[in-house]
Nanobody, 118 residues
Framework: QVQLVESGGGLVQAGGSLRLSCAAS????????MGWFRQAPGKEREFVAR????????TYADSVKGRFTISKDNAKSTVYLQMNSLKPEDTAVYYCAASTTPAKFNYWGQGTQVTVSS
């Protein structure tokens, strides 16, 4: 069983920055592929970014590429999402997810609200 706890959300003006954190339980965090997803009001949940177990490989949605950076600290069992140049359309609940089985994110956090004002 893996528990994920997000933090770092809040209200920020357009052009600003936020850093989200996700602390994970589990003894084998270094083997987990970790991801960030988001869901805006009235929209489906969408992929934002993912990072490999070692942290050496990352993938981003086109909408955030060049603005967001995902990173992973295996010693702290924590994954981060640095969000720069935020836009109002980035407003959403952001969810951290862990993949402990191939090709599936099977553990999810409770979400943290990010609101970007124009």
């Amino acid at each position: 069983q893996v528990q994920l706890v997000e933090s770092g959300g809040g209200l920020v003006q357009a052009g600003g920055s936020l850093r989200l954190s996700c602390a994970a339980s589990g003894r084998t965090f270094r083997t987990y592929v970790m991801g960030w997803f988001r869901q805006a009001p009235g929209k489906e949940r969408e992929f934002v970014a993912r990072i490999s177990g070692s942290g050496g490989s990352t993938t981003y949605a086109d909408s955030v590429k060049g603005r967001f950076t995902i990173s992973k600290d295996n010693a702290k069992s924590t994954v981060y999402l640095q969000m720069n140049s935020l836009k109002p359309e980035d407003t959403a609940v952001y969810y951290c997810a862990a993949s402990t089985t191939p090709a599936k994110f099977n553990y999810w956090g409770q979400g943290t609200q990010v609101t970007v004002s124009s």
